[in-house]
Nanobody, 122 residues
Framework: QVQLVESGGGLVQAGGSLRLSCAAS????????VGWFRQASGEREFVAAI???????VYADSVKGRFTISRDNAKNTVYLQMNSLKPEDTAVYYC????????????????WGQGTQVTVSS
């Protein structure tokens, strides 16, 4: 069993930065793939994901070059550094833990956090 808690969301002006954290409890986290998704309206959208070792990372085209995902397994935490934020990045951001393949699809994940709101003003 893995429990996930996101933090670091907030209100920021366009062009600003935020760093989201996903803190996990449960031993399985260290060998789980972890992804970040966001939902503004409608379907949950893939943002970024990292496999258990950090050797495989994928980003959505919309955030490539602006967002960076990383993990510290000693701290059971995954981070999402978000730079050059745009108003269209406004959403609730969720982290999820699960498989180490198919990281861009929600069905690869077994555990989800409650989400943290990110609002980017223009």
């Amino acid at each position: 069993q893995v429990q996930l808690v996101e933090s670091g969301g907030g209100l920021v002006q366009a062009g600003g930065s935020l760093r989201l954290s996903c803190a996990a409890s449960g031993r399985a986290f260290s060998w789980s793939g972890v992804g970040w998704f966001r939902q503004a309206s409608g379907e949950r959208e893939f943002v970024a994901a990292i496999n258990w070792s950090g050797s495989s990372i994928v980003y959505a085209d919309s955030v490539k070059g602006r967002f960076t995902i990383s993990r510290d397994n000693a701290k059971n935490t995954v981070y999402l550094q978000m730079n050059s934020l745009k108003p269209e990045d406004t959403a609730v951001y969720y982290c999820a833990a699960g498989e180490n393949k198919g990281l861009q699809t929600p069905r690869a994940y077994h555990y989800w956090g409650q989400g943290t709101q990110v609002t980017v003003s223009s």
